[in-house]
């Protein structure tokens, strides 16, 4: 028997991307991993320079990401052997990283460190969430032709949003904190905080619009297969 002939990559492509659902749910997960992802490199830093902790404290931040991102993927993988919708998870992790950046940004006026490493807990668990329901989504196409694609295309998507979005961070954090302390915007900004709180609200809102992207795919309880 003669073996058909592998389609080229771009005609794949080109049938998977012409879907809008398709469209639609690699947006999502570009801007949720952007979101989740700008405030990486600034996180202990704010810890430091605005917080006073200690150099051990500041350190432990990374690991209680990890930890509310180890805890999310438990919940996650709980939720979807009981045949939770995916991406439901993923709008709820979007959720949760809300209240998270609340309370990194209102942690510096309160002076309450408590609040901060809640916040970054809630951080961690949002993005652990995010993370797990929209890979999770992209292994459950109905065409499985477009499950290796769409796959691949979350893989490149993330990792690109995520490297890009934390450049972002750190030089927004500069500039916006260098204009701020030479009293450019006014003498209420013109302290160091400005910067980082420029970064976590630019976060808050690309959530904002992550949950209105996702919003129409939850909708639909599944993604759909992309047009032929």
């Known amino acids: 028997l003669r073996q058909q002939p592998r389609p080229l990559f771009k005609d794949t492509w080109k049938r998977f991307i012409a879907n809008s659902n398709a469209r639609r749910f690699l947006s999502t997960v570009a801007l949720g991993t952007a979101a989740f992802n700008m405030q990486d490199i600034i996180l202990e830093p704010y810890g430091g320079e605005i917080l006073n902790l200690s150099v051990s404290a500041t350190t432990m931040l990374t ?6 991102s180890l ?12 045949g939770t919708d995916p991406l439901r998870l993923a709008a709820g992790g979007v959720l949760c990283g809300m209240p998270g950046f609340l309370c990194v940004i209102f942690a510096a006026p309160m002076a309450a460190n408590a609040i901060f490493f809640a916040g970054v807990f809630c951080i961690g668990f949002g993005a652990g969430l995010f993370a797990v329901g929209t890979l999770a989504s992209a292994m459950s196409m109905e065409r499985k032709e477009f499950v290796g694609m769409a796959l691949g295309a979350w893989g490149a998507v993330q ?7 934390i450049a972002f961070g750190g030089a927004a954090r500069d500039v916006v904190s260098s204009l701020a302390t030479k009293g450019v915007l006014g003498t209420t900004l013109a302290t160091p905080v400005t910067g ?26 599944s993604l759909p297969s992309a047009s032929s």
């Open 63 to 68: 690991a209680l990401l990890a930890s509310g």
């Open 71 to 82: 805890v999310a993927f438990a919940l996650a993988s709980r939720n979807l052997s009981r």
């Open 159 to 165: 990792a690109t949003a995520a490297g890009l979005a």
């Open 196 to 221: 980082y709180s420029f970064v976590y609200y630019t976060e808050l809102c690309l959530l904002f619009v992550t949950l209105i992207a996702i919003g129409p795919l939850v909708r639909k309880a």
